[in-house]
């Protein structure tokens, strides 16, 4: 590549970045304002979904390894959030003291959870991690006796907002005379939070471990054989996917201000997966790709299919929830069949299922 | 260099491997042939620690390393070509290299032990930026040698290189395996080719239901009358 090629190739990578940044930084405004608040709350939600489906991919995608569990570190850090800053036991900690504790907490039980499974690949350990995480919200629904910490099945309502510097995010926000509604100031602190996590992911697929962890999950044996401590690193991969699950469970629980044990069911595990393996696993824009279109196209179908059908044919001829699955399980079949290695695949994954040299 | 004394590997209650001791010299290159089944690869396997050894003691250099942990071997100077090949599929040729000195870090020294690696397999360098899994089996074995001898091994565990590759192929590894031994490398090769085994080797042990029955100089095994029954075909 020539000296001028690369010029170039610096200035439209810093255009797309400042039109990306623009995009994302009016985007709560223009969505507000033409869709109402009602999406906005589901582009914030969807921020979430970005943050659990990479730190599912480091696992998954990375690693290699298959954890269909993985919403209980997302419940592990909404339950943290939600018993340390609700009237549940009258505590009301800071937001900053919150998400590291949720932070090391979430990885502490990946590391829990990750080691009994070391020995295990593929559909045991997805087996194993499934159950894992069963165990983990039947706890949360029963820890209500005979000393009662989680509340059980009714869940903790009345946690307090996510607070920046003593301002809470629940109401409007009053900058310089300008106001900042709430659902834009959680998508602003998504948005930064979920950033930061699309740079520590890509830090780590470049890093040492990340290649440690490429190298596990094509040849365990052979890995061992080039001297990688297997056992450690797995280790780590579960511990920083939970990291990442505990970090959007905290903001999870303030931002929704209520948390309970339905929040993280299985099929909530099965559908950050399938934003990583839809997207395409391993592949962080992928992931991303896959974490914005699951949340929203599930909602688009929600709003918008009823009234469809009522302007074609008069009335409602399917349950538009029933419809909804039903599309979504379409969806993934013909992914499946014309994209197995995702939407946005890999650049590894795509070469090798073309199979030749890149 | 490396001392193997009454090693014994068992699967449940069944013993792959009956108590065995052979011993490798440094600069050497021995065999360890046997019909399928022998427990070649089981000694080998726990050799390499991808297994407990259920008892007895394994030296290098006099040191005990028959209890520590499989990634500490590269530091001790083994490196192991695992049977089946054993490649990254998903990583080019260099980047399947680049892993076999995961555990060093002089970059100058990695970069022209690759080249070197690239002057014992040609093929490799025509192919460097190709993902392993879409080569050929004997090019994958050519790879995985090339990888282990990314580490710098002083001794290197050779598991079933002729295995399910053209004889061709198996011509071409092998000449590889006496170039790097004509290098000075410790090679402890299993195989199931008893012929070719001992032709390439200097001293070989011969396995049967888990124990060694027969050892000696490799030319003369490759004429005692009982090995050439039951191994060679005759």
Not at chain 2, 185 to 206: D, F, H, K
Request: proline share 4%.
């Amino acid at each position: 590549m020539g000296l001028a090629e690369l010029r170039r190739d610096r200035r439209a990578a810093i255009a797309a970045t400042l039109a990306i940044g623009i995009v994302l930084a009016v985007a709560p405004f223009v969505i507000g304002a033409t869709a109402g608040s009602t999406w906005l709350r589901i582009v914030d939600f969807a921020l979430l979904y970005i943050m659990l489906a990479l730190g599912l991919n480091i696992v998954v995608g990375f690693a290699g390894l298959l954890d269909m569990g993985y919403i209980a570190f997302y419940g592990v850090g909404a339950y943290l959030y939600a018993l340390l800053a609700s009237p549940q036991f009258g505590l009301h900690w800071p937001l900053w003291a919150i998400l590291p504790a949720g932070a090391a907490l979430a990885g502490l039980f990946g590391v829990i959870l990750g080691a009994p499974t070391l020995r295990l690949r593929g559909d045991y350990l997805a087996i194993v991690t499934l159950g894992f995480g069963e165990i983990i919200r039947i706890f949360l629904n029963n820890l209500n006796a005979p000393v009662n910490i989680t509340n059980g099945p009714q869940g903790i309502s009345g946690i307090d907002p996510i607070r920046i510097g003593g301002v809470s995010l629940a109401k409007p926000i009053e900058v310089l005379g300008f106001t900042l509604p709430s659902l834009h100031a959680y998508y602003y602190l998504f948005l930064a939070l979920a950033l930061a996590i699309v740079f520590v992911s890509i830090r780590l697929e470049n890093s040492r471990i990340g290649r440690a962890w490429v190298a596990i999950r094509e040849d365990e044996i052979a890995a061992k054989a080039c001297g990688i401590n297997t056992r450690n690193v797995k280790l780590l991969a579960f511990a920083m996917g939970a990291t990442f699950g505990g970090v959007a469970g905290g903001l999870f629980a303030g931002f929704q201000a209520f948390v309970s044990p339905e929040s993280f069911s299985l099929m909530e595990s099965v559908m950050v997966l399938c934003m990583v393996v839809l997207g395409g696993m391993g592949n962080i824009p992928g992931v991303i790709l896959g974490g914005v279109l699951l949340t929203l196209l599930p909602e688009l179908f929600r709003h918008g299919a009823g009234p469809v059908q009522q302007a074609l044919f008069g009335k409602v001829v399917l349950d538009p929830e029933a419809l909804r699955m039903l599309l979504f399980g379409l969806a993934l079949i013909a992914v499946m069949l014309y994209r197995p290695a995702g939407l946005w695949p890999s650049t590894r994954r795509r070469r090798e299922l073309r199979g030749n040299s890149a | 260099m490396l001392e193997v004394t009454g090693l014994r590997v068992a699967y449940g209650g069944i013993q792959a491997v009956r108590g065995i001791s052979f011993h490798v010299n440094e600069g050497e290159m021995v065999a360890l042939i046997g019909a399928n089944g022998a427990g070649k690869t089981s000694t080998l396997k726990a050799l390499a620690r991808l297994i407990d050894a259920a008892g007895g003691s394994v030296r290098l250099r006099g040191e005990e390393i028959s209890k520590l942990a499989p990634h500490r071997l590269v530091g001790q100077g083994i490196a192991l070509v695992p049977e089946g090949r054993g490649v990254f599929p998903r990583m080019s040729i260099l980047e399947n290299l680049q892993m076999g000195a995961y555990c060093r870090s002089d970059r100058d020294g990695i970069d022209a032990d690759i080249e070197h690696v690239f002057t014992l397999f040609p093929r490799l360098k025509e192919r460097a930026r190709q993902l392993a899994g879409t080569m050929s089996g004997g090019e994958q074995q050519m790879l995985a040698l090339g990888r282990a001898l990314m580490s710098r091994p002083q001794l290197l565990l050779l598991d079933e290189p002729s295995m399910g590759l053209a004889p061709i192929m198996v011509q071409k590894i092998f000449e590889v395996i006496r170039t790097v031994a004509a290098e000075g490398m410790t090679i402890l090769l299993v195989e199931q080719n008893a012929r070719l085994a001992l032709e390439t080797s200097q001293r070989g042990y011969v396995m049967e239901s888990g124990e060694i029955t027969l050892s000696g100089e490799s030319a003369e095994l490759l004429a005692d009358p009982k090995v050439r029954a039951a191994y060679l075909g005759e």
